[in-house]
């Protein structure tokens, strides 16, 4: 007589650390100890002493909290409602009820994983979150990947909400750009690696959306390049006379949508001369964002496109050794980047 083996019993799936976990669902490490010590949605074991692990259904819980919060239940009601609880479960769906977009997600399309992990932990306002992940994009892709592949992605898509859900989602957009600005702003600038004259940045006036000169701003400080930032809505007299002060190489100005594209500020930024008299010069003038479109603007004057391309042109006119007089049309422009992390978003391009 053969006795039957019973089959081994598949081995149980891998605990995670909580650390990776929090990269996993794009929320901060001490937001998952919060509503462990809050809401008592914590891993099942811990190993050595005090190190948690998280099991597949300690994660599916947390995913389920993630998903309700994102639709604006209250962390205390969406814990009962991931535990099983029937308390939160009215709750739940009132708020599908009343919020637009369903489930609340953003429309991100085809993008790297963290930019999702970073959208979802805006839509919760979990600040911690959105710091540590802003931090862990730019450590981990650099400044000009981080922000084409991973930031300028998500703001475009809160932006689309807003857009599309009438006044809701705008404490969503100020607080993912404000820590944005403060992220960029962390951002050390390497010691100045030539002597030529500085890059001046500005928006247009008007112009309050400075995020995308923020980061060239910063990148340009990352290369040691020399740059004057002026920020958001610089009025017009300011900024001709930072020309004048300044004797730019080039002077980068931002604009976001048509009505606050100036062309006529541009012709007399490009035409203004600085220096003594016998030895005047020109800056190069760099329209950037969508809103000057993209025909040619005059002499000295071209366009900046993708955040790559943009700090491709500047490099190469810092450079280029400047003459006595005008330096003349500065080099063709770049053509539009393509593909998903050079084709930046209306919205946040450069």
């Known amino acids: 007589m053969v006795s039957r083996v019973d089959p081994a019993p598949p081995p149980p799936a891998p605990a ?32 050595d002493g005090r190190h948690r692990r998280w099991t597949p259904q300690d994660i599916a819980r947390l995913e389920e909290m993630c998903r309700l919060t994102a639709r604006g239940v209250p962390p205390s009601e969406a814990a009962r409602a991931a535990l099983g609880g029937a308390p939160g479960a009215p709750a739940v769906t009132r708020a599908a009820a009343v919020t637009p977009g369903g489930p609340g997600a953003l429309p991100l399309g085809e993008v790297r994983p963290e930019a999702r992990g970073l959208a979802r932990a805006a839509v919760r306002l979990d600040a911690p979150a959105v710091a540590d992940l802003l931090d862990s994009a730019l450590a981990g892709h650099g400044l000009v990947t981080a922000w084409e592949e991973v930031i300028a992605p998500t703001l475009h898509a809160v932006g689309r909400k807003w857009a599309s859900a ?121 329209l950037a964002g969508p ?12 366009r900046l496109f993708a955040l790559r391309s943009g700090i491709e042109v500047i490099e190469a006119l810092l450079v280029r050794a400047p003459g006595p007089a005008a330096p003349g049309p500065p080099a063709q422009g770049p053509a539009p980047s393509t593909g998903a992390g050079r084709a930046t978003p209306a919205s946040y391009g450069s």
């Open 166 to 286: 009438g006044e809701r989602y705008v404490e969503v957009e100020h607080l993912l750009s404000w820590h944005v600005s403060a992220a960029l702003h962390r951002i050390r600038p390497a010691p100045q690696r030539t002597a030529e004259p500085p890059v001046l940045l500005a928006c247009t006036p008007g112009e309050l959306h400075s995020l995308p000169v923020e980061a060239l701003a910063a990148a340009l400080g990352e290369r040691g390049l020399p740059v004057r930032m002026f920020g958001a809505a610089l009025p017009a007299e300011a900024l001709r006379d930072a020309v004048r002060r300044t004797g730019p190489r080039a002077a980068v100005l931002w604009s976001q949508s048509r009505t606050t594209a100036d062309h006529a500020l541009a012709r007399s930024v490009a035409g203004i001369e600085w220096g003594l008299r016998g030895a005047r010069g020109h800056s190069a003038l760099l």
């Open 291 to 302: 809103g000057w479109g993209a025909q040619p603007q005059g002499p000295r004057t071209e």
């Open 16 to 47: 995670l650390s909580t650390g990776a976990v929090a990269r996993r669902l794009g929320v901060s490490p001490t937001t998952l100890r919060s509503w462990e010590r809050r809401y008592a949605i914590g891993p099942a074991r811990r190993e």
